[in-house]
Nanobody, 124 residues
């Protein structure tokens, strides 16, 4: 069973940094593709980043590429999202998710397990 818990959200100013963490209380964390998504009020859930089981392959959309970095520590069953140069348009609830597919996917429906989300608010 995968149980994901995000932490690290908060209120920051434009240009600041935040690091989100997502811990899994289960024992199979290392076998999952891990992803981060976000959802702003009135908008669809948006893919932010994903990482393969070994941490050797990552993927980002253009909206965050060069500013966000995903990483994972399988020994701690935790995935991280380092967010730099934050912009007001990054404001959203951020969710981590786990997929049992063999490769990185950007489709929310391909992720079976989800955390409860953490709010990130960036003021201008």
């Amino acid at each position: 069973q995968v149980q994901l818990l995000e932490s690290g959200g908060g209120l920051v100013q434009a240009g600041d940094s935040l690091r989100l963490a997502c811990a899994d209380s289960g024992r199979t964390f290392s076998s999952y593709i891990m992803g981060w998504f976000r959802q702003a009020p009135g908008k669809e859930r948006e893919f932010v980043s994903a990482i393969n089981w070994s941490g050797t392959n990552t993927y980002y959309p253009d909206s965050v590429k060069g500013r966000f970095t995903i990483s994972r520590d399988n020994a701690k069953s935790t995935v991280y999202l380092q967010m730099n140069s934050l912009k007001p348009e990054d404001t959203a609830v951020y969710y981590c998710a786990a997929s049992s597919l063999s490769g990185i996917t950007v489709v929310p429906g391909h992720y079976r397990y989800w955390g409860q989300g953490t709010q990130v608010t960036v003021s201008s």
